[in-house]
Protein backbone atom coordinates (compact mmCIF):
# COMPACT_ATOMS: atom_id res chain seq x y z
CA UNK A 1 0.00 0.00 0.00
CA UNK A 2 0.97 3.68 -0.53
CA UNK A 3 2.64 4.84 2.65
CA UNK A 4 1.15 7.83 4.16
CA UNK A 5 4.84 8.64 5.97
CA UNK A 6 5.80 10.01 2.83
CA UNK A 7 3.40 13.17 3.69
CA UNK A 8 5.48 13.83 7.07
CA UNK A 9 7.21 16.51 5.48
CA UNK A 10 4.38 18.82 5.17
CA UNK A 11 3.30 18.69 8.68
CA UNK A 12 6.20 21.34 9.22
CA UNK A 13 6.28 22.90 5.71
CA UNK A 14 2.30 22.96 4.45
CA UNK A 15 3.60 23.66 1.03
CA UNK A 16 2.43 21.60 -1.04
CA UNK A 17 -1.30 19.94 -1.48
CA UNK A 18 -1.89 16.24 0.11
CA UNK A 19 -5.68 16.41 -0.11
CA UNK A 20 -8.14 16.55 -3.20
CA UNK A 21 -11.81 17.03 -3.09
CA UNK A 22 -12.60 16.46 -6.69
CA UNK A 23 -16.11 17.18 -7.82
CA UNK A 24 -16.53 15.38 -10.87
CA UNK A 25 -20.18 16.17 -11.78
CA UNK A 26 -22.89 18.42 -10.88
CA UNK A 27 -25.82 15.68 -11.45
CA UNK A 28 -27.53 14.07 -8.86
CA UNK A 29 -29.96 10.94 -9.45
CA UNK A 30 -31.78 12.16 -5.76
CA UNK A 31 -33.32 15.16 -5.15
CA UNK A 32 -31.81 16.13 -1.07
CA UNK A 33 -33.37 19.39 -0.29
CA UNK A 34 -30.19 20.11 2.26
CA UNK A 35 -27.49 19.74 -0.32
CA UNK A 36 -25.62 22.28 -1.76
CA UNK A 37 -23.98 21.21 -5.14
CA UNK A 38 -26.89 19.23 -6.47
CA UNK A 39 -28.21 19.34 -10.35
CA UNK A 40 -31.13 17.30 -10.78
CA UNK A 41 -31.63 17.96 -14.16
CA UNK A 42 -29.32 15.50 -15.81
CA UNK A 43 -27.95 17.94 -17.94
CA UNK A 44 -24.32 17.75 -19.00
CA UNK A 45 -23.57 20.99 -18.59
CA UNK A 46 -22.80 22.65 -15.51
CA UNK A 47 -25.73 23.92 -13.42
CA UNK A 48 -24.30 26.94 -12.03
CA UNK A 49 -22.61 28.67 -14.85
CA UNK A 50 -23.38 26.72 -18.30
CA UNK A 51 -19.58 25.50 -18.40
CA UNK A 52 -19.21 21.75 -19.74
CA UNK A 53 -17.39 19.39 -17.40
CA UNK A 54 -13.90 18.63 -17.54
CA UNK A 55 -12.52 16.23 -20.07
CA UNK A 56 -10.28 13.18 -19.05
CA UNK A 57 -8.01 14.26 -21.35
CA UNK A 58 -8.25 18.03 -19.24
CA UNK A 59 -8.30 15.87 -16.00
CA UNK A 60 -5.21 14.60 -16.73
CA UNK A 61 -3.24 17.61 -17.28
CA UNK A 62 -4.89 18.75 -13.91
CA UNK A 63 -3.43 15.52 -12.48
CA UNK A 64 -0.13 15.66 -14.37
CA UNK A 65 0.30 19.37 -12.30
CA UNK A 66 0.16 17.95 -8.61
CA UNK A 67 2.23 16.00 -6.70
CA UNK A 68 1.43 12.98 -4.41
CA UNK A 69 -1.88 12.74 -2.94
CA UNK A 70 -2.48 11.74 0.75
CA UNK A 71 -6.39 11.75 0.36
CA UNK A 72 -8.71 12.11 -3.01
CA UNK A 73 -12.25 12.67 -2.10
CA UNK A 74 -14.45 12.26 -5.15
CA UNK A 75 -17.85 13.93 -4.66
CA UNK A 76 -20.63 15.53 -6.97
CA UNK A 77 -23.55 15.40 -7.67
CA UNK A 78 -23.58 11.81 -7.82
CA UNK A 79 -19.94 10.70 -8.15
CA UNK A 80 -21.12 7.32 -9.63
CA UNK A 81 -23.12 8.89 -12.61
CA UNK A 82 -19.93 10.16 -13.89
CA UNK A 83 -19.75 7.62 -16.61
CA UNK A 84 -15.79 7.69 -16.64
CA UNK A 85 -15.45 7.19 -13.19
CA UNK A 86 -13.16 4.39 -13.52
CA UNK A 87 -10.62 6.35 -16.23
CA UNK A 88 -10.75 9.14 -13.93
CA UNK A 89 -9.40 7.43 -10.75
CA UNK A 90 -6.97 5.74 -12.71
CA UNK A 91 -5.46 8.40 -13.98
CA UNK A 92 -5.30 9.98 -10.10
CA UNK A 93 -3.73 6.44 -9.10
CA UNK A 94 -0.85 6.77 -11.67
CA UNK A 95 0.23 9.88 -11.10
CA UNK A 96 -0.40 10.85 -7.92
CA UNK A 97 -0.61 8.09 -5.91
CA UNK A 98 -3.10 8.69 -3.08
CA UNK A 99 -3.04 6.81 -0.03
CA UNK A 100 -6.98 7.33 0.07
CA UNK A 101 -9.28 7.59 -2.29
CA UNK A 102 -13.09 8.32 -1.58
CA UNK A 103 -16.52 7.40 -3.08
CA UNK A 104 -19.17 8.45 -1.39
CA UNK A 105 -22.60 7.50 -2.74
CA UNK A 106 -26.22 7.83 -2.66
CA UNK A 107 -26.42 4.03 -3.60
CA UNK A 108 -29.22 4.48 -5.98
CA UNK A 109 -27.57 1.97 -8.80
CA UNK A 110 -26.35 -0.82 -6.90
CA UNK A 111 -25.33 -3.44 -9.99
CA UNK A 112 -23.72 0.20 -11.79
CA UNK A 113 -21.70 1.34 -8.66
CA UNK A 114 -20.44 -2.69 -7.13
CA UNK A 115 -19.39 -2.67 -11.00
CA UNK A 116 -17.37 0.49 -10.88
CA UNK A 117 -15.93 -0.46 -7.85
CA UNK A 118 -14.71 -3.58 -8.63
CA UNK A 119 -12.86 -2.47 -11.52
CA UNK A 120 -11.38 0.37 -9.56
CA UNK A 121 -10.19 -2.09 -7.49
CA UNK A 122 -8.74 -4.07 -9.13
CA UNK A 123 -6.34 -1.46 -10.76
CA UNK A 124 -5.76 0.78 -8.02
CA UNK A 125 -4.26 -1.73 -5.51
CA UNK A 126 -1.81 0.35 -3.65
CA UNK A 127 -4.75 3.03 -2.70
CA UNK A 128 -7.13 2.34 0.11
CA UNK A 129 -10.83 2.06 -1.35
CA UNK A 130 -13.17 3.81 0.15
CA UNK A 131 -17.07 3.88 -0.98
CA UNK A 132 -19.13 5.57 2.06
CA UNK A 133 -23.26 4.97 1.61
CA UNK A 134 -25.47 7.96 2.47
CA UNK A 135 -28.12 6.70 5.20
CA UNK A 136 -30.20 9.58 6.54
CA UNK A 137 -33.23 7.76 7.93
CA UNK A 138 -34.23 4.29 8.15
CA UNK A 139 -36.85 2.76 5.43
CA UNK A 140 -39.37 5.91 4.25
CA UNK A 141 -37.99 8.76 6.56
CA UNK A 142 -34.66 8.07 4.49
CA UNK A 143 -36.78 8.16 1.27
CA UNK A 144 -38.62 11.12 2.69
CA UNK A 145 -35.92 13.08 3.72
CA UNK A 146 -33.96 12.48 0.67
CA UNK A 147 -37.54 13.11 -1.55
CA UNK A 148 -36.59 10.21 -3.40
CA UNK A 149 -38.94 7.24 -3.23
CA UNK A 150 -37.34 3.28 -2.95
CA UNK A 151 -33.89 5.10 -2.05
CA UNK A 152 -33.15 3.19 1.15
CA UNK A 153 -33.82 0.04 -0.46
CA UNK A 154 -31.26 0.21 -2.96
CA UNK A 155 -28.89 1.27 -0.46
CA UNK A 156 -29.23 -1.84 1.18
CA UNK A 157 -29.26 -3.79 -1.93
CA UNK A 158 -25.80 -1.86 -3.23
CA UNK A 159 -24.73 -2.75 0.43
CA UNK A 160 -25.15 -6.30 -0.08
CA UNK A 161 -23.59 -6.35 -3.36
CA UNK A 162 -20.59 -3.97 -2.12
CA UNK A 163 -20.37 -6.62 1.13
CA UNK A 164 -18.71 -9.06 -2.03
CA UNK A 165 -16.01 -7.39 -2.38
CA UNK A 166 -14.41 -7.21 0.95
CA UNK A 167 -13.16 -10.84 1.25
CA UNK A 168 -11.18 -10.33 -2.00
CA UNK A 169 -9.91 -6.82 -1.98
CA UNK A 170 -8.10 -6.13 1.15
CA UNK A 171 -7.56 -2.16 0.03
CA UNK A 172 -11.62 -2.03 0.19
CA UNK A 173 -13.51 -0.22 3.33
CA UNK A 174 -17.10 0.01 3.25
CA UNK A 175 -18.93 2.39 5.43
CA UNK A 176 -21.99 4.97 6.14
CA UNK A 177 -22.22 8.07 6.56
CA UNK A 178 -25.41 10.24 7.86
CA UNK A 179 -25.99 13.92 7.32
CA UNK A 180 -27.28 15.30 10.88
CA UNK A 181 -29.90 18.10 10.19
CA UNK A 182 -32.78 19.44 12.01
CA UNK A 183 -35.06 16.12 10.43
CA UNK A 184 -33.14 13.55 11.66
CA UNK A 185 -31.65 14.38 14.89
CA UNK A 186 -34.24 13.08 16.74
CA UNK A 187 -34.06 9.66 15.27
CA UNK A 188 -30.16 9.20 15.25
CA UNK A 189 -30.40 6.69 18.10
CA UNK A 190 -32.08 4.08 15.64
CA UNK A 191 -29.87 5.01 12.77
CA UNK A 192 -26.58 4.49 14.75
CA UNK A 193 -28.41 1.15 16.26
CA UNK A 194 -29.25 -0.19 12.74
CA UNK A 195 -25.72 1.03 11.28
CA UNK A 196 -24.35 -1.48 13.81
CA UNK A 197 -26.49 -4.53 12.75
CA UNK A 198 -24.31 -4.07 9.40
CA UNK A 199 -21.69 -6.34 9.80
CA UNK A 200 -20.09 -5.23 6.36
CA UNK A 201 -20.18 -2.00 7.49
CA UNK A 202 -16.36 -0.88 8.84
CA UNK A 203 -16.53 2.88 10.16
CA UNK A 204 -20.05 5.05 10.58
CA UNK A 205 -19.26 8.55 10.49
CA UNK A 206 -22.02 11.62 10.70
CA UNK A 207 -21.92 14.80 8.89
CA UNK A 208 -23.14 17.93 9.80
CA UNK A 209 -24.86 19.87 7.72
CA UNK A 210 -23.41 22.72 5.92
CA UNK A 211 -23.48 24.71 2.86
CA UNK A 212 -25.45 27.85 1.41
CA UNK A 213 -29.21 25.94 1.49
CA UNK A 214 -32.34 27.49 -0.36
CA UNK A 215 -34.16 25.83 2.85
CA UNK A 216 -32.09 26.52 5.82
CA UNK A 217 -34.32 25.10 8.96
CA UNK A 218 -32.63 21.83 7.65
CA UNK A 219 -29.67 23.79 9.51
CA UNK A 220 -31.57 24.15 13.00
CA UNK A 221 -29.86 21.40 14.79
CA UNK A 222 -29.53 21.17 18.89
CA UNK A 223 -25.94 20.85 19.66
CA UNK A 224 -26.65 18.81 22.26
CA UNK A 225 -28.16 15.90 20.09
CA UNK A 226 -25.12 16.15 18.14
CA UNK A 227 -22.95 16.19 21.24
CA UNK A 228 -25.01 13.02 22.48
CA UNK A 229 -24.80 11.39 19.00
CA UNK A 230 -21.16 11.41 18.50
CA UNK A 231 -20.58 10.68 21.93
CA UNK A 232 -22.33 7.36 21.30
CA UNK A 233 -20.11 6.79 18.34
CA UNK A 234 -16.92 7.48 20.61
CA UNK A 235 -17.98 4.30 23.09
CA UNK A 236 -18.94 2.20 20.79
CA UNK A 237 -15.58 2.68 19.16
CA UNK A 238 -13.75 2.08 22.49
CA UNK A 239 -15.76 -0.46 23.65
CA UNK A 240 -15.47 -2.81 20.73
CA UNK A 241 -19.08 -2.81 20.04
CA UNK A 242 -18.50 -1.23 16.48
CA UNK A 243 -16.30 -1.93 13.43
CA UNK A 244 -13.10 0.14 12.74
CA UNK A 245 -11.56 0.52 9.66
CA UNK A 246 -9.34 -2.32 8.29
CA UNK A 247 -6.26 -0.63 6.81
CA UNK A 248 -3.28 0.14 8.90
CA UNK A 249 -3.31 2.58 11.13
CA UNK A 250 -6.84 2.34 11.64
CA UNK A 251 -7.02 3.26 15.43
CA UNK A 252 -4.96 6.45 14.29
CA UNK A 253 -7.86 7.08 11.69
CA UNK A 254 -10.41 6.24 14.65
CA UNK A 255 -8.53 8.49 17.22
CA UNK A 256 -8.43 11.38 14.81
CA UNK A 257 -12.68 10.37 14.06
CA UNK A 258 -13.52 10.94 17.73
CA UNK A 259 -10.79 14.37 17.92
CA UNK A 260 -12.63 15.75 14.99
CA UNK A 261 -16.36 15.39 16.27
CA UNK A 262 -15.38 17.19 19.63
CA UNK A 263 -13.91 19.93 17.67
CA UNK A 264 -16.70 20.21 15.38
CA UNK A 265 -19.31 20.43 18.47
CA UNK A 266 -17.22 23.01 19.97
CA UNK A 267 -17.13 25.32 17.05
CA UNK A 268 -20.95 25.08 16.78
CA UNK A 269 -21.76 26.22 20.41
CA UNK A 270 -18.84 28.77 20.14
CA UNK A 271 -19.55 30.42 16.09
CA UNK A 272 -15.87 30.23 15.61
CA UNK A 273 -12.61 28.67 14.44
CA UNK A 274 -11.07 25.98 16.97
CA UNK A 275 -7.63 25.10 15.34
CA UNK A 276 -5.45 26.58 12.40
CA UNK A 277 -7.34 25.59 8.97
CA UNK A 278 -4.59 24.74 6.06
CA UNK A 279 -7.59 25.25 3.73
CA UNK A 280 -5.79 26.55 0.19
CA UNK A 281 -2.20 25.57 1.02
CA UNK A 282 -2.91 20.92 2.11
CA UNK A 283 -6.22 21.08 0.73
CA UNK A 284 -8.15 22.09 -2.72
CA UNK A 285 -11.32 22.02 -4.22
CA UNK A 286 -11.87 21.37 -7.47
CA UNK A 287 -14.93 21.58 -9.25
CA UNK A 288 -16.25 19.46 -12.43
CA UNK A 289 -16.22 22.64 -14.59
CA UNK A 290 -12.63 23.10 -13.40
CA UNK A 291 -13.06 26.24 -10.81
CA UNK A 292 -10.51 25.81 -7.60
CA UNK A 293 -11.24 26.69 -4.68
CA UNK A 294 -9.43 26.64 -1.18
CA UNK A 295 -12.26 24.83 0.34
CA UNK A 296 -16.15 24.06 -0.39
CA UNK A 297 -18.11 26.32 1.94
CA UNK A 298 -16.02 29.59 0.62
CA UNK A 299 -17.40 30.99 -2.72
CA UNK A 300 -14.58 33.03 -3.43
CA UNK A 301 -12.81 30.83 -6.14
CA UNK A 302 -8.71 30.98 -6.55
CA UNK A 303 -9.90 31.23 -9.98
CA UNK A 304 -10.23 28.06 -13.26
CA UNK A 305 -7.53 25.97 -13.76
CA UNK A 306 -8.27 26.20 -17.96
CA UNK A 307 -7.14 29.71 -17.22
CA UNK A 308 -3.89 28.57 -16.03
CA UNK A 309 -3.13 25.80 -18.49
CA UNK A 310 -4.40 23.25 -16.52
CA UNK A 311 -1.48 23.93 -13.34
CA UNK A 312 -2.84 24.15 -9.89
CA UNK A 313 0.70 24.85 -8.94
CA UNK A 314 0.70 27.86 -10.53
CA UNK A 315 -3.44 28.88 -9.55
CA UNK A 316 -2.87 28.17 -6.22
CA UNK A 317 0.43 31.03 -6.23
CA UNK A 318 -1.84 33.10 -8.50
CA UNK A 319 -2.81 36.85 -7.51
CA UNK A 320 -6.35 35.79 -7.21
CA UNK A 321 -5.71 33.52 -4.89
CA UNK A 322 -3.33 35.78 -2.50
CA UNK A 323 -6.33 37.43 -1.13
CA UNK A 324 -8.78 34.67 0.00
CA UNK A 325 -5.84 32.89 1.60
CA UNK A 326 -5.01 35.92 3.80
CA UNK A 327 -8.91 35.95 4.78
CA UNK A 328 -8.16 31.95 6.18
CA UNK A 329 -5.02 32.78 7.37
CA UNK A 330 -6.49 35.58 9.61
CA UNK A 331 -9.52 33.01 11.14
CA UNK A 332 -12.15 35.23 9.20
CA UNK A 333 -14.06 32.01 8.48
CA UNK A 334 -14.75 28.68 10.28
CA UNK A 335 -16.80 25.71 8.96
CA UNK A 336 -17.65 21.99 10.43
CA UNK A 337 -16.32 20.51 7.28
CA UNK A 338 -15.42 16.73 8.50
CA UNK A 339 -12.55 15.75 5.58
CA UNK A 340 -10.92 18.98 6.08
CA UNK A 341 -10.60 18.35 9.76
CA UNK A 342 -8.54 15.48 8.62
CA UNK A 343 -5.82 17.46 7.61
CA UNK A 344 -6.10 20.09 9.98
CA UNK A 345 -5.75 17.61 13.18
CA UNK A 346 -2.97 15.18 11.39
CA UNK A 347 -1.00 18.02 10.06
CA UNK A 348 -0.98 19.87 13.71
CA UNK A 349 2.08 18.93 15.55
CA UNK A 350 0.10 20.78 18.88
CA UNK A 351 -2.94 18.46 18.94
CA UNK A 352 -0.88 15.38 19.14
CA UNK A 353 -0.88 14.51 22.56
CA UNK A 354 -4.49 15.27 22.34
CA UNK A 355 -4.44 12.43 19.61
CA UNK A 356 -2.09 10.26 21.86
CA UNK A 357 -4.73 10.01 24.41
CA UNK A 358 -7.41 8.96 22.28
CA UNK A 359 -5.16 6.76 20.03
CA UNK A 360 -4.37 4.56 23.76
CA UNK A 361 -8.08 4.20 24.82
CA UNK A 362 -9.44 2.80 21.61
CA UNK A 363 -8.68 -0.84 22.21
CA UNK A 364 -6.73 -2.96 19.70
CA UNK A 365 -9.32 -5.07 17.58
Same mark, same amino acid.
Given at each position: ??SP?R???? &? ?28 ? $?G????HK ?5 L?L?? &???I ?12 SG???YL???L ?8 EQ???V? !????TN????? !????K $? ?7 K ?17 D???D??GN ?8 E?L ?15 T?? %??E???? !??? +???F???M ?8 SM ?6 D??YK?VD ?9 R???N ?7 I ?12 ? &?L?R ?12 Q +??CY???L ?16 S???GNVR????? !? ?5 S?M ?6 ? +? ?5 Y %???? %??? +??? &??F ?11 Y?Q????
Amino acid at each position: MFSPLRHTGS &ILSKGQPVQLTFFVTSKCNARCPFCFYVDN $TGKTENHKNGVAELSLAE &IKKISASMGKLLWLAFSGGEPYLRRDLVEISKVFYEQNSPVF !MLFPTNGLMPD !MIKDK $TEQILKHCKKSVVTVKLSLDGLHGDHDALRDTPGNFAKTLCTYELLGELLDKYENFELGVNTVF %CSENQDK !MDE +IIDFVQTMANVKTHTISMVRGNLADTHYKEVDHEKYHHAINRLENNLKNQTSNIYRFRGARLKAAQD &ILQRRLIHQTLLDQQRQ +IPCYAGKLNLVLTESGEVYPCEILSTSFGNVRDYDYD !MKEIVHSEMARPVLNS +INNNRCY %CTHE %CYF +ITN &ILFNPRLYPTLAKEYVQIQSV
